[in-house]
């Protein structure tokens, strides 16, 4: 690992690191927050951070302003990229496709099965990353906005033993019934809406309830959407998750925030929010 950027912040450091990854085949960079207790040596728990389309690991790390919030509750933050990159990782013209939208999942068609694979990276290869080298703990939830909120919803619901809590901004619940889902569903997975069920949220909370997973934890959620969002009808479709959670009594709290967009100012308002909930739930006894 090669560290590349370094900063004091709430009396901890907020850092970015480039590393090899073995998931997608390509150098990979992910902010890393240590609070003041991880700098002081105490071993602390982990909040991993998905960010949404276009973005990178500097989107969260530099306009949310969440390391006030993990400094307070003794909270590592991790970030990483939110795709493979490079000249020869294959791509798209649109925003919504390819490099800046690896949409967490493991691609299995060509051309981009060769390197996008975050969801590998998000479960196994980053977390093993992170414990080895920083003083964290395996004590970790997960949040996300936007593509990184579906990210957020599956990584949790496809490993519930794995992570305490799960909370969303705006994110895409249901993939398979949008049009930013089925765009990049078929181009990653292929044209069996089938095989899109596994990484689409609403399924996967109906197959956690019908004990498909072989796993009888549920970790709750929480998500905050926006009354003013410009995508909320089309694209996110949170009803859709609310009615599943309700039918399988999921713990859901769905929160709609009047007047708020999708942009990181929504994200900045309600962060502290997100992250003592988090907090909470990271600290609690097993």
Not at 117 to 141: K, Q, T
């Amino acid at each position: 690992m090669k560290q590349i950027e370094q900063h004091a912040c709430f009396g901890g450091r907020q850092e970015v690191w480039q590393h090899p990854s073995s998931s997608t085949g390509t150098l990979m960079n992910v902010g890393v927050y240590l609070p003041p207790q991880a700098l002081a040596g105490e071993k602390c728990p982990v909040l991993y951070w998905l960010s949404g389309l276009t973005c990178t690991e500097q989107n969260f790390i530099t306009k949310a302003g969440a390391q006030q919030h993990a400094a307070h509750h003794g909270l590592i933050l991790v970030a990483p990229d939110t795709s493979p990159r490079g000249k020869d990782v294959a791509d798209d013209e649109g925003y919504d496709l390819g490099q800046g939208a690896g949409f967490y999942v493991n691609a299995t068609q060509a051309p981009w099965a060769d390197h996008y694979r975050m969801y590998d990276y998000v479960v196994d290869e980053l977390p093993a990353l992170v414990e080895a080298h920083f003083p964290a703990s395996d004590v970790r939830s997960i949040l996300g906005h936007s593509m990184g909120g579906h990210g957020a919803l599956v990584v949790a619901l496809r490993n519930p033993e794995r992570y305490r809590s799960v909370s969303a901004f705006a994110p895409i619940v249901a993939p398979s019934q949008v049009p930013w889902g089925q765009k990049v569903l078929g181009a990653y997975l292929g044209n069996d809406p089938q095989a899109w069920k596994a990484w689409d949220s609403v399924a996967l909370v109906e197959a956690l309830a019908a004990g498909q997973h072989g796993a009888s934890i549920r970790p709750p959620i929480l998500i905050d959407q926006g009354g003013e969002d410009a995508y909320l009808h089309e694209q996110l479709r949170p009803e859709l998750l609310e009615a599943a959670c309700a039918a399988t009594r999921h713990p859901l709290e769905l929160r709609l925030q009047p007047g708020y967009d999708h942009s990181y100012y929504f994200i900045a308002s309600f962060i502290g929010e997100h992250i003592a909930w988090h907090a909470q739930a990271l600290q609690e006894a097993p």
